[in-house]
């Protein structure tokens, strides 16, 4: 199957799951506080729905599931999902239902605590859940890992890194005091945010001063990477017909050089390749494009002595070499946790909270230029589902995108649960409701700041996708 379509069902299947147990938390409290509920619909439905059990067809292929007090549909806009609550003001925008009488089983005829935690039930419920599946996962799986102080090769640092008195080889022990427990993303949080680093250097630990001025966005972007974990530019395997295999490298040979630069590391190899990319993207001629396919190879055969052989070769039309590299795992033995039922729900807990906590530090780089840059809508949010189907890799993301739209919602933002809850939590200090006119106009305000940040996300995609 192709890898664009099992990232795309992955994405939808992941979302409805997410969609549809968000608006099952403002369900669940509409339906406990006898607030009816008109319509609950998978994605939005303007002008036309794929499925509702209001279709004529439904009603007579399945007369007893009728239900007179709420459509339940499948919209055909996958940017989201709602539920229509009887006297709300919401993204219908629905005005002429509220100029009629209150009834008793609408929204707005219910006390304020019974308002607010029919608001906050989408978000309870995606909080919640996140952390079932961060538990369940650990029960599953367990927790597999390489401690960092293990990676006794060190990492691979760049020049504005050795600036901050990094120095490749160093092994990263810990941050401000506190023991680093393996290599992943976070790391580049922490380090961008401590005063300290603590790192062992050729057998003595060394503490280096960190400026209070680091961006961890930069780090991110950088090209060499400000560290990456140092791993040897061994050849795990090749790919059957292509340059490389062609050239005659071979499972166990050493890239040397590319071009005539030396290449020690795949994070060398990575560089280098990428400037080639970064060449092309910047727009060139059929002839340059061709030229930039051609390249000189210099590689360390397995069992040679130290001989190296060059070879000059074409990469592929979408500019590979066919090598398959050696990770970390083909060096360092990983330290595998496994959990009960019981221990494994603290365990989940934490960790979510743990990956909740770095996604709102990450957000401050959301409001720069290049943070702007980097939101993306559900191209990007696909691209980060695997190319082959894993269910362990399904569910943290699923959890991460659950925190995500947890988070999200609750921001105070009009058209938002945050924004409603922010005027009922109001309306509960002030001990009186903001008038109906307010509340439209903060409703139309708060949906043009989603539909501009949704544009914004789209151009993103769109210009990615384009270069």
């Known amino acids: 199957m192709d890898a664009t379509l099992i990232k ?21 409290f509409s339906k406990l506080f006898r607030v009816r509920v008109e319509k609950f619909f998978l994605f ?10 209001k279709d004529k067809w439904f009603t007579r292929l399945f007369p007893k599931c009728k239900d007179n007090e709420t459509e339940y549909g499948v919209g055909w806009l996958p940017f989201g999902g709602y539920v229509k609550i ?5 993204e219908s925008m629905d005005t002429e239902q509220m100029k009629k009488p209150v009834q008793p089983w609408e929204f707005r005829a219910k006390p304020a605590w019974q308002r607010l935690l029919i608001m906050v039930g989408g978000v309870l419920v995606n909080f919640l859940l996140a952390l079932f599946i961060y538990t369940m996962i650990l029960f599953c799986w367990g927790e ?21 008195g990094f120095r490749d080889g160093d092994v990263l022990l810990a941050v401000d005091g506190k023991e680093l427990k393996q290599w992943d993303g976070s790391v580049y949080r922490s380090v961008s945010e401590a005063a300290e680093v603590t790192v062992l250097r050729q057998g003595r630990e060394v503490v280096l001063a960190m400026p209070e001025d680091m961006n961890m966005l ?12 140092w791993v040897p530019s061994v050849v795990d395997s090749v790919l059957p017909a292509t340059p490389a295999w062609e050239a005659g490298v071979r499972s166990g040979d ?14 060398d190899f990575d560089v280098i390749m990428q400037e080639r990319l970064g060449r092309l993207a910047e727009g060139c001629s059929p002839a340059d494009s061709m030229a930039l396919r051609s390249l000189t190879v210099a590689y360390a055969p397995a069992n040679a002595d130290g001989r190296v052989d060059t070879v000059s070769l074409m990469l592929t039309p979408d500019y590979k070499l066919g090598v398959v590299k050696r990770s970390l795992l083909d060096y360092y033995e990983p330290v595998k946790v496994d959990y009960g039922f019981w221990a494994s729900i603290p365990a989940g807990v934490s960790h979510g909270i743990d990956v909740l906590s770095g996604y709102v530090s990450d957000l401050q780089y959301v409001f720069t230029a290049d943070g702007a840059k980097s939101v993306g809508s559900f191209i990007t949010i696909g691209s980060i589902f695997p190319a082959t189907w894993d269910w362990l890799t399904f569910w943290e993301t699923t959890a991460f995108l659950s925190l995500m739209l947890a988070f999200m919602n609750i921001l105070p933002i009009p058209a938002l649960d945050g924004g409603h809850v922010l005027f009922l939590i109001a309306e509960i200090i002030l001990r009186r409701p903001p008038s109906e006119k ?18 914004l996300a789209c151009y993103n995609d769109i210009v990615r996708f384009l270069l």
């Open 438 to 455: 307010f509340m439209e106009r903060a409703q139309v305000v708060g949906m043009t700041l989603i539909f501009g940040l949704m544009l």
């Open 218 to 229: 930069e780090m991110l972007k950088a090209n060499p990477p400000f560290m990456v974990p």
């Open 254 to 267: 050493r890239i040397v050089a590319l071009d005539g630069k030396a290449v020690a590391t795949w994070a």
């Open 144 to 164: 597999q890992y390489v401690p960092a102080k293990d990676m006794t090769m060190g990492f691979q640092f760049n020049e504005q890194a050795e600036k901050l």
């Open 86 to 90: 009887s006297g709300m003001i919401d």
């Open 8 to 28: 795309a069902l992955q994405l939808v299947l992941s979302l409805s799951i997410l969609v549809v147990l968000h608006e099952g938390g403002h369900f669940f």
């Open 44 to 53: 939005f439905d303007p002008y036309f729905h794929l499925f509702s059990t």
